[in-house]
């Protein structure tokens, strides 16, 4: 199959596109630095020619719910329309367990992503993966300075390997909407977890576990990230992830 994977220079990007070519599909990789932008269209009829399947795992980083629902709305709405001038048959969207049950900015902006792609001319897949291990890296690394502030979550975290492998087996099948939600093997602390990467691989600095305000940050720290039936379950522990890692 062709697929088109947005975002596929991202964290978990690399990783689609890797699985994707070891299936032997054939890849093109949607990006701003492969001349591609998703908010104004440039380039995007281009990338998708020919396209089967395409694969959603841009982003933006920002902690601005308004900045979020803006990005992510625009960006599947223009892949949608131009989805369909292409023939793409299936639009398969990477989101986050909790989208629904968590009241946060970010969250709110995933969960109208996931009704745009649904209600899209594309049929759609929807996948809600846990935090990837790779989160409690990117949580000590995303400011400098001595202290890393980590909001007080409890997380079934994933390795974003096993959610790219889920997200490639589900482009190369039918539409299905909501797709099982995919975690973990065990729910752990984020704090903890970003203080154990500190430790074993750096940089070493000062983490504090901070609940967050409100109704959003009380159901974060209460299992609202923590799947919420059965579905697909990693096997890489975060141990094993970290000891991966170096
Ligand atoms: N981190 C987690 O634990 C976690 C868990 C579950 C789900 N998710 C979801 O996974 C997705 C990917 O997250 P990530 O952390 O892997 O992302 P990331 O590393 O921040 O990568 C973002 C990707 O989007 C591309 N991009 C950004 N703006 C673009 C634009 N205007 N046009 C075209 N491409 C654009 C970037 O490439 P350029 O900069 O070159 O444009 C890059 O390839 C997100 O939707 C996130 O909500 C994350």
């Known amino acids: 199959m062709r697929m088109a994977v947005a975002g596929g220079t991202g964290w978990v990007g690399k990783l689609v596109v890797a699985e994707a070519e070891k ?12 001349g591609v932008d998703l908010t104004t269209g ?26 979020a629902t803006r990005f992510f709305e625009t960006v599947t709405r223009t892949l949608q329309d131009a989805g369909k001038r292409a023939g793409v048959k299936h ?4 989101s986050i367990i909790g989208v629904d049950r968590v009241e946060w900015g970010y969250y709110q902006a995933k969960l109208n992503q996931e009704k745009v792609a649904l209600a899209g001319a594309v049929p759609a897949t ?7 291990h790779e989160f409690a890296l990117q949580s000590l690394t995303r400011m400098g300075g001595p202290v ?16 790219a492998a889920e997200l490639v087996r589900l482009a190369e099948g039918e539409p299905r909407g909501q797709a099982p939600e995919i975690a973990g093997p065990e729910p ?18 000062l ?3 901070v609940p967050m305000p409100g109704r959003a940050g009380k159901a974060m720290a209460t299992g609202g990230n923590l799947p919420a039936g059965p579905g697909i379950r990693g096997t890489q522990t975060f ?7 170096g």
Not at 91 to 94: C, F, K, P, T, W
Not at 126 to 132: C, E, G, K, M, T
Not at 188 to 204: W, Y
Not at 239 to 245: I, N, P, Y
């Open 239 to 245: 141990d094993d992830w970290l000891a991966e890692l």
């Open 207 to 209: 983490v504090l576990g």
């Open 126 to 132: 929807v996948l809600r993966a846990a935090q990837f």
């Open 148 to 163: 890393a502030v980590v909001p007080k979550m409890l997380s079934q975290p994933v390795a974003a390997r096993e959610v």
């Open 91 to 94: 639009h398969v969207l990477l």
């Open 188 to 205: 752990l602390q984020m704090a903890d977890l970003v203080r154990q990467v500190a430790k074993r691989h750096g940089p070493r600095k």
């Open 42 to 67: 440039a380039g995007l009829d281009e990338a998708l020619r020919g396209a089967d399947v395409v694969i959603d795992v841009s982003n933006i980083e920002t902690v601005n719910g308004g900045v």
């Open 23 to 34: 299936a032997g599909h054939d890849v093109v990789v949607i990006a701003r630095s492969r």
